[in-house]
């Protein structure tokens, strides 16, 4: 099933990206698209990127080796993360290839690649690279050194945490030793303390992070109020605070007055980290989120605070569904369906007329449902005149109907219907009519399939 | 209890203290459980604090013997770390300590007799880590090696035994209990939650194993649930947590007046739909209403924690399990499981038997489907008859006095019945129908996206199965087209109401876990595969040792496996 389900996942993504692709991008062979990546123009490194990331061509290994070298750096290291989507044994020549040119990223990018598999003697290049390099060079290897416990590495890693580094270097730095170190190591909290007054206060509030993390509480009160100054640090510094055995209460209710000031996608990891902590604070942050002014953070906290026992109960989010407040009808909806309640299903049903920019939502929403109510207005969504909401309604029935008809076996691509084309009618025409046939089978046997 | 909990919950959770107490209240009068000897929590910091730091204000003299099982698990939890951590933190309580490192697996055991120097410990456990093994090893002969080492030690004496896996290799649980005791050594246990009734080792019989010792590793000392059931991909047994360790660990602790501790890695306490089983009702989203637990239920549904002997005696007495033994050996007879009691009953005595083959009703390795179809109906009528019985006695028996769990394993075993019950007319009616209709000639062509199951020409050879997860309950799959139609639904509503019943009772205990991690069948066709020929592996002149071999510990998939983790848990760090 999970099989199934990337699958079904990647064609949406592919359909979803082929859509907002320009026409000409869609015909471009795999040669064209490596060289793409080579080319003066962010936005076609970008796209040709993209494309090939969906492909997962095998091919792509040859064309790479033979023309990585001449990118520019931001193309090298897309070349190398498509190099990394191919199995190891594949690109291991590649990679011994890299790691003795004279390109520093790619040697530093292959260096780490190797090191990862079990080839500890480039420890050393990538080590020098990291604290000698080049600051744009330092900064993209950032993004490939992941996984590496090698203590030279850390060593190099630890040697960018201090002053006079540029900020964003020795903050990815830090989140790197975190990983590795399992949350501190005497070596790291040293270096990091003497950033704990940098005039950066992007660098600082990450090393406080880090420090009060680590269980340095001297350092509590100076990073509580530099959240409270500065609320927005915490999205960037939270993942520090997800390390802490314990939290100040000073730096919780930092964290709690913080909440307001989120990005939608922030409340359920910050939700979680208060949970930890101060369980109370986080029920009584999430709620005031409810009733506040940022209606865009009202179905997270809903969601975060279905997710703690207790917080919410089904009559609660049962209330919600009445709400004059279409995001909390399907917030409600949605978490009342994860809590095996099918209530807020004929709320959605109706809803859909006058959902307007929450229609995709909605029918994502409707998706969900493993139910034969969601089939025809699934059905009637996927001619709707948002592309976003055929694509969301296209996805849930294929769920929908994969879940409900285990024993048969479905080719969606062959269905006749793509979200993305103008001509959709006869494909919805199709598939109604296989709906229609499915439905009299099973009322019409006694025995089913 | 949170302040903002609903009126009911409050409720609940007074409810739930009541239990407890209750529970507790019984823990002087009857044999010892293993939620006597288990303390809360699944952290490292935790027990080492209670250990290292001991009990009351003064500082007493005291002999403590850390003793460390240097597994992968332990080491990727950071274990001498922590250590290290706790020996900083408690360094004034442990003034008067002469503190020991033992290592299972070391010869004699103690690779640092008790001292003053508390650092040479910790660099040693430190030390010990680096070579962290995944080999079977037999904890309870160290443990015995040990007492005989701490015997004279001065002041009050404890043991600390850090070992995450291998409970479950047994000697003689019972000896080892007895040396320690004598010693006057309270033994506590720092290790990993067990599964429920696990049955791993007992469905792999032949594995190797050391020598002298046998690899149990269930909860309690019997397997005091079924387990093997007709079309269920993998025994419910092996991915439920116990919420309790290995028999012979809590034992341990119980003859020695210790205590029990478990640790998990945090990500072993998410929730998941299905383990080895497919979830047709979400997408890895569920809030499950059951996935928080009830910890006075699981500590009233928790195993007897005296010896083999003892606990055999208990069960022979309870009404529940011979209940249950009875029905799980007539649906061995019958084809509907395939393991067997391994107790044998005579009266209100119960004593261990060895395993007997359950039948095999050879339903899946041929392609005559008719055949199947009899054979599964027949089976289905015989699981109705066993349910039927043992409900009535569970009626009769439900007001009567009995161990909890003895009668949550016998409530299990009868929706069991049903549940097999429902997957043999789902399998009678996929060979009466569905099956042949994929080979049918004058079959109707398929509306797209619908295409055909199988391919032109292919041939059946088989039925082959999967599972598809109960999580969400039974009624979701009343709007699933199932083999059987129509004429199956009586069969699901039935289940359903079963099953509704034994959740709303067990749900949030480590019965209720068990429950939901069995399945209704999917069946599909197989088709004959090509056979290669493995390639003969000739051994290298010179390459046999001759010497014995301690034998690695397989990896166990599922939940928590795959190298890191610690299995499943009913709590969380």
């Known amino acids: 099933m999970t099989g199934r389900r990337m699958t079904g996942g990647l064609r949406a993504a592919a359909l979803a990206l082929m859509a907002l692709a320009p026409a000409a991008l869609r015909g471009q062979d795999l040669q064209a698209l490596v060289d793409q990546l080579g080319a003066a123009d962010a936005t076609a490194r970008s796209r040709a990127y993209s494309a090939l990331l969906q492909r997962r061509a095998p091919e792509i290994v040859p064309l790479l080796a033979k023309r990585i070298a001449s990118f520019p750096l931001d193309g090298q290291s897309y070349g190398v993360h498509l190099l990394q989507q191919q199995p190891f044994d594949h690109t291991r020549a590649t990679w011994s290839q890299l790691v003795d040119g004279a390109v520093p990223f790619l ?173 109370d604070k986080a029920v009584a942050a999430l709620r005031a989120l409810l009733t506040g002014d940022n209606a865009e953070l009202r179905a997270p906290a809903l969601e975060a605070l279905a997710a703690i026992t207790g917080a919410l109960d089904q009559k609660q989010l049962r209330e919600l569904l009445d709400s004059s407040d279409v995001s909390q009808q399907l917030a409600a909806a949605a978490t009342l369906r994860r809590m095996d309640d099918p209530s807020g299903l004929p709320v959605v049903i109706t809803l859909l007329p006058r959902a307007r920019g929450k229609k995709a939502e909605a029918a994502r929403v409707l998706g969900g449902f493993r139910s034969r109510q969601a089939v ?47 001509a959709r009618a006869p494909g919805i025409a199709a598939l109604r009519a296989f709906w229609e046939r499915a439905g009299s089978e099973r009322s019409n046997s006694d025995s089913g399939r | 209890v949170p302040r903002l909990a609903a009126p009911a919950l409050l409720a609940s959770w007074l409810a739930g203290c009541v239990a407890g107490c209750f529970a507790g209240s019984l823990v002087g009068q009857e044999p010892p459980t293993a939620a006597s000897v288990t303390e809360p929590g699944r952290s490292l910091a935790r027990p080492l604090d209670v250990v290292l730091g001991g009990a009351g204000s003064a500082v007493a003299e005291r002999t403590l013997l850390v003793v460390v099982d240097p597994s992968p698990a332990l080491a990727a939890a950071g274990f001498a770390d922590a250590f290290a951590a706790a020996v900083q933190r408690h360094a004034a309580a442990l003034g008067r300590t002469r503190l020991g490192l033992g290592v299972i697996g070391s010869k004699g055991c103690i690779a640092v007799p008790p001292t003053a120097e508390h650092q040479k410990v910790v660099d040693e456990v430190r030390a ?79 594995h190797d194993r050391p020598r002298g010792t046998t690899l149990t590793g269930a909860d309690g000392a019997v397997i005091d649930l079924p387990w093997g059931w007709l079309f269920q991909i993998t025994p419910a047994n092996e991915t439920t947590a116990a919420g309790f360790p290995v028999w012979g660990l809590a034992r341990l602790a119980a ?67 011979r209940a249950m033994v009875d029905a799980w050996r007539a649906a061995a007879e019958a084809g509907l499981v395939h393991s067997a009691p391994a107790v044998r009953l005579s009266g209100t005595v119960a004593t261990p038997d060895r395993p007997h083959p359950a039948r095999d009703l050879d339903l899946t390795d041929s392609a005559s489907f008719d055949r199947q179809a009899r054979r599964a109906d027949e089976a289905a009528a015989r699981a109705q008859a066993l349910g039927d019985q043992l409900q009535l006695q569970l009626e009769r028996l439900d007001r009567d006095p009995g161990s909890p769990r003895e009668k949550a394993a016998a409530h299990y075993t009868r929706v069991l019945l049903q549940l097999t019950r429902v997957n043999l007319l789902l399998f009678a009616a996929f060979c009466r129908e569905t099956a042949p209709a994929l080979f049918a000639k004058d079959a109707p062509v398929p509306l797209l996206p619908e295409i055909p199951a199988v391919d032109e020409g292919q041939r059946p050879a088989g039925i082959g199965y999967g599972n598809f997860g109960l999580c969400h309950g039974v009624k979701p799959f009343f709007d699933v087209e199932l083999p059987g139609g129509k004429a199956l639904r009586p069969e699901l509503e039935r289940l359903d109401a079963l099953f509704t019943a034994f959740e709303e ?69």
Request: glycine share 8%; with cysteine; proline share 7%.
């Open chain 1, 107 to 279: 040697r530093g990018a292959a260096a780490a690649m190797l090191l990862r598999n079990g080839e500890p003697a480039h420890a050393g290049v990538l080590a020098a690279l990291l604290q000698d390099g080049a600051a744009d060079v330092r900064q993209t290897l950032m993004n490939h050194v992941w996984g590496i416990a090698d203590e030279r590495v850390l060593a190099a890693l630890r040697a960018c945490v201090r002053a006079g580094q540029p900020g964003a270097i020795a903050v990815q730095a830090l989140q790197h030793l975190v990983q590795q170190e399992n949350g501190r190591s005497d070596a790291t909290v040293a270096a990091t303390a003497l950033l704990a007054d940098d005039p950066d206060h992007n660098l600082r509030a990450a090393a406080l992070a880090y420090l009060v993390a680590a269980g340095e509480n001297a350092h509590a009160p100076a990073l509580a109020a530099l959240l409270r100054a500065e609320p927005g640090q915490l999205w960037s510094v939270r993942t520090f605070l997800d390390h802490a055995a314990r939290l100040d209460p000073a730096v919780v209710d930092a964290i709690a007055a913080a909440l307001p000031r989120a990005r939608p996608f922030d409340v359920g990891p910050t939700a979680q980290l208060l949970q930890r902590h101060a369980p």
């Open chain 1, 376 to 422: 025809p207005p699934l059905l009637d969504l996927l001619d709707d005149p948002d592309p976003a909401v055929r694509q969301a309604a296209w996805t849930g029935l294929q769920q929908i109907w994969r879940d409900l008809l285990p024993y048969r076996r479905f080719d969606f691509a062959r269905a006749g219907y793509d979200p993305a084309a103008t």
């Open chain 2, 128 to 206: 010990r880590m680096q070579h962290a093994s995944g080999e079977f090893q037999n904890v309870y002969a160290d443990l015995r090696a040990a007492a005989a080492a701490l015997a004279n030690a001065p002041g009050e004496r404890s043991l600390l035994l850090v070992s995450l896996g291998n409970g479950d290799v047994e000697d003689d649980v019972e000896q080892t209990a007895q040396a320690l005791a004598k010693a006057k050594i309270a033994t506590h246990l720092l290790t990993s939650e067990a599964t429920l009734a696990d049955s791993y080792w007992a469905r792999m019989p032949q």
């Open chain 2, 255 to 321: 003859a020695t007046g210790g205590r029990v501790f478990q640790f998990a890695s945090a990500k072993d306490t998410a929730h998941q739909c299905a383990v080895f089983a497919t979830c047709l009702f979400c997408s890895g989203d569920h809030l499950s209403p059951d996935a928080s637990w009830n910890e006075p239920l699981i500590a009233q549904l928790a195993p007897l924690a005296c010896s083999r002997a003892d606990t055999f005696t208990a069960l022979g007495k309870d009404p529940f399990f």
């Open chain 2, 505 to 573: 009772r067990y749900g949030r205990s480590q019965f209720g876990s068990a429950l939901r991690h069995n399945g209704i069948a999917r069946f599909w066709v197989t088709f004959p595969g090509s056979v290669t020929k493995p390639p003969r592996v000739r051994p290298k002149s010179g390459s046999d040792t001759g010497g014995p071999v301690t034998p690695a510990r397989p990896q166990r998939t599922g939940p928590g496996g795959g190298g890191g983790a610690t299995g499943p848990t009913t709590g969380g760090g």
